[in-house]
């Protein structure tokens, strides 16, 4: 795939590093040399000293037969009117960032479209995506829902905890298997990996899954201890359940008639199913539930 990107910033010069590691033909276009030169030599890619909405320059970069043009400097006006002439001179599709909330807006989409920006990138947005993720689901970095939700692609720093730990991946990512790692973030560098890497302590690993999964995910990362925002359905509110001795107490003063928490009784309070160790008395109950969290108990719950 022949990939361009102008703006040899902190957001096109990380883009232009992650893509080259997938052996993508990238070029990046800044007017500033020392910012290309920043990038360094171990990367598979070409830098272009050009003014980026240069018509000379786009076409020299090939921009004709582009299949994807990312315009991500700190210009937002200039993001769009790069977007536009490369469109107009074949790229395939166009990425721009900008900084203006009512652009996204579904009612002007179609507008930008016929313009011939494709999508749109508002930082603020996907931070804030993040940060709702991350009440949600507080063992979770980061969260991307795929093709409306469909696929769920979750970012989890590795501990202590985790079962698959220095393991192949090859052995862990079949083709019956729930999940597939697609990407880690180790140190500096964003590695795509092959079914000799391993999974290492600290790494940010990033699996893709469906819903369903979720709770295997959960359990085989070790991340059953870190609370998690509930609704309880009875109430239709957000309920904070976190892993403490005081929680099951939490749980019966909302809910009376419960005397004795059992995983079906409590899947029945609570959005996400067999999450259940955030609400368990002991490390027995926990050990108990989580035994049972397996991929086919996932299916059943959620066929």
């Known amino acids: 795939m022949k990939i361009i990107i102008t703006g040899a910033y902190a957001i096109g010069t990380h883009l232009a590093r992650l893509l080259s590691r997938n052996h993508e033909d990238i070029t990046l276009i800044d007017p500033d040399p020392d910012r290309l030169a920043r990038i360094g030599s171990d990367y598979d890619l070409l830098t272009m000293v050009a003014e980026p909405d240069s018509i000379q320059a786009l076409t020299d970069a090939g921009v004709g037969h582009t299949d994807l043009f990312i315009a991500v400097t700190p210009d937002q006006s200039l993001n769009l009117n790069c977007c536009i002439l490369a469109k107009a001179l074949g790229a395939h599709k166009t990425v721009a960032r900008i900084d203006r909330a009512e652009y996204i807006e579904d009612d002007k ?30 063992w979770v970095r980061q969260r991307w829902d795929v093709h409306n939700g469909a696929l769920i692609l979750l970012g989890i720093k590795l501990r202590e905890g985790c079962e698959i730990l220095n393991r192949p991946l090859r052995e862990l990512c079949g083709a019956q298997d729930p999940y597939h790692v697609v990407a880690v973030k180790r140190g500096p560098d964003t590695i795509i990996p092959g079914g000799n890497d391993v999974l290492q302590l600290y790494d940010l690993a990033y699996f893709m899954t469906t819903r369903q999964f979720i709770p295997y995910i959960r359990k085989i990362v070790g991340k059953e201890q870190y609370a998690c925002l509930m609704t309880c359905r009875r109430k239709r509110q957000p309920v904070m359940l976190p892993c403490a001795p005081h929680s099951p107490g939490l749980l019966l003063r909302m809910h009376p008639k419960i005397t004795t928490p059992t995983s079906h009784s409590l899947q029945k309070l609570c959005r996400f199913p067999l999450t259940m160790s955030c609400i368990c008395r002991s490390a027995l109950w926990t050990e108990h539930l989580s035994a049972q969290i397996t991929p086919e108990s996932c299916r059943k719950q959620n066929p």
């Open 109 to 138: 989409r179609e507008l930008f479209v016929r313009l011939g920006v494709d999508e749109l990138i508002y930082p603020e947005v996907l931070a804030a995506r993040d940060i709702n993720n991350g009440l949600k689901m507080s």
